[in-house]
C-alpha cells in the first residue's frame, strides 16, 4: 500500500529550539488517526509541515508520494489537502458562506455553480446551513470553527490535516465532527491533533504521541491504554498528589504510576496511558 | 373596486385574483396590497385561491432568492481574489484620493515646497500600497489560504496590481496638474517601481514591512538632501538635475527593478508571508 505521509529524519527548528527531531512516520490511505501531545510538543509544527506550509529544516517529508519542497510537487499535494490551521482567521466582514466560497476559489474551483453547490454541502456537513448567510462576526467562536472545518472539507480531499479540530466545539458539536471526519476516513485519510483523549479514544483508529518533537507512541487507543496496565489502582492513602491522582466520578481516588504492594488494579483507559507517557510517570517492568 | 361584507369592507374577489396574477398595477395594486395587510380574510382568500403546487412553487423561488449569496461572492473569481478585503479596495481608493488632493492642495498655498515634496514623496506611495497588498489587512481568510492550490505570490500580485493600479495613474495625473516641467516631476515613477518591485522580491523570503520603511525613507532623506542645495533656486532648476532626475538615479531604478523581476520570477511559487512561523 502506497503511503499518503511519509517522513524520514525530519526535523524543524526554530533559531536554537528543536520543534520536531528526526522523525520516520509513515501513515498509509485510509481511517482517522490522532496526534497527541501536550502544548510545545511539535504537533502543529509537524503538521504544518505535511499540510505543506511549512518546509523543514533538515529530512524528507512525501505526501501522495511528493516532494512539498518542489514547487510544482507541492501544488500538486495541494489541490488533494484540506488543512485546518490551529488558529484560522476569517474576515469578520464576510458571510459564512463567502469565507468558504472563497476559500474554493482558491482550490481552483471555478466553476461557480459547481463551487456554490459544495459549498453549501460542506456548510451543511458542519450544521452551518441556517447560519451561512450570518457576518462572521456575529458568529459565535464555535461556529467560526466550523467555518473553518468546512473549508478543509471543500472538494472531499484525499487527505485531511486538521488542528485541534475539536477547539471551542460543545459536545454535541464534537460528536457531529467526529461523524464527518468518521465518514471521510472511509475513503480518505484524516490526521488531526487534539488534547482531548476522549475524542483519540472515540474514533481514531491510530494514536501518535508526540512529546519533545518525537514520536514517544504509534499504535491503536487500546494499546495506548494498554501502556498503563498494572499501573493504575485505587489510592486508600487519604494523602493523594494531584499530579498522580485524582477522584473518580464513582468516588474513589484513581492513582497513576508504580502502585504500592497490595493495591487494588483498576482497568486502565487512555488517558492513563497518555499521561504515562505525557508525564514522565515510572512505569516499572 | 371593494365589497361591504358584515365585518367590514373586503377586496373584491377579481381584484384579488388580477392581484395574484400580477395584472393590477398603480394606485389599484397599492390600495389591494395596503387592504391585505390589515385584512387577515382577504389574506387568507388569497392565499386559498393559489393552487398548493403553485405556492409550493414561489416558495421555492423565495428560498432560492434568500439563499443567494451575497454581492461579494457573485463577483468574477479573479476579481475576487484581487480585491482582497473591502478594506484594502477603500485604502487603494483613499490613497488615490490623497495621491492627487494634497499635493495639488499644498501647490495652490505655496507651489515650489509643495511640488519638490511630492516629487520627494511619491515614490512612497505606491511601495506603502505594495505592503498592504502584502500584508494580512488584505487577506480575507489568513492561515486557512495557506494550503490551497492558489496560495502563492500570484495572489499577493493581483492585490499589488489593483493597487499600483489605483495609485500610480492618481500620481501621474498629479504631476501633470503640477507647476513645473512633467518631464522632471514623473522623474518618481521609475525609483517607485523599483521599490515596489524590490518589496515583493524581499516577500518570497521576509516580511517585507522594513525593507519599505527603509526605502522610503533613504529616498526621502536622498532628495532632501538635493533640494536643500536648490532651496533658492527657480522652481525649473530646483527640479531641474535633483537628484531624482539624474540618469544614475534612473538607471539604478531600472537595474534594481529588472532583478527584482527576475528574483520574482524564479521565486513566485515562494511567499514568505503566512510561513514564517
Redesign the interface.
Known sequence: MSAVVATRGLTRRFGRHVAVADLDLRIDRGGVVGLLGPNGSGKTTLLRML?????PSAGEVEVFGLDPTR?DE??AI??R?????Q?????A???A???V???A????M?D?AVR?DEVRRVLGAVGLTDAM?KKVRTLSGGMRQRV?IA?ALLGTPDLL?LDEPASGLDPDQRLQLRSVLSAHGQSGTVLLSTHHTTEVAAFCQRVLVLLDGTVRFDGTPAELAHLAEGHVWVDRSGTHDPTRSWVSADGTVRAIGSPPAGAELLEPTIDDGYLLLARGLTVAG | MSTQHTGGWHAAHDDLLAYREGHLHGAAADSVEAHLLRCADCRAALATSVPAEEQAARWDRLAVA??R??R??RRS?WL??AAG??ELATAAVSLAVAFVVVPLAAAALDPRPATAWFLALAPALPVAGTVLGYR?VAD?????????????FR?VLMRVAVLLGALLPAGVVASLLLPGSAVHLLGWVLPALAGSSLVLAVGTRYDPIWMAVALCGAWAATVAVGMDRRRLAPLGEALDGLVVNTFAVQAVAVAVAAVAVLHLSRHR??LAY??SA
Open positions: 499540510a505543506t506550509v511549512l518546509s514547487s507541492r501544488t495541494r489541490r489537502l484540506g488543512y485546518l490551521p488558529e484560522p482567521t476569517l474576515y466582514g464576510f458571510t458562506f463567502d469565507v466560497d472563497y476559500v476559489v482558491l482550490k481552483e471555478t461557480r456554490q448567510h473553518a473549508c490535516v | 434568500i439563499d449569496p451575497s461579494w461572492s473569481t475576487r481574489l478585503t473591502p494580512a480575507p481568510v489568513g492561515a486557512l489560504a495557506e494550503a490551497t492550490p492558489l496560495h502563492s495572489i511559487d515562494e503566512g510561513a
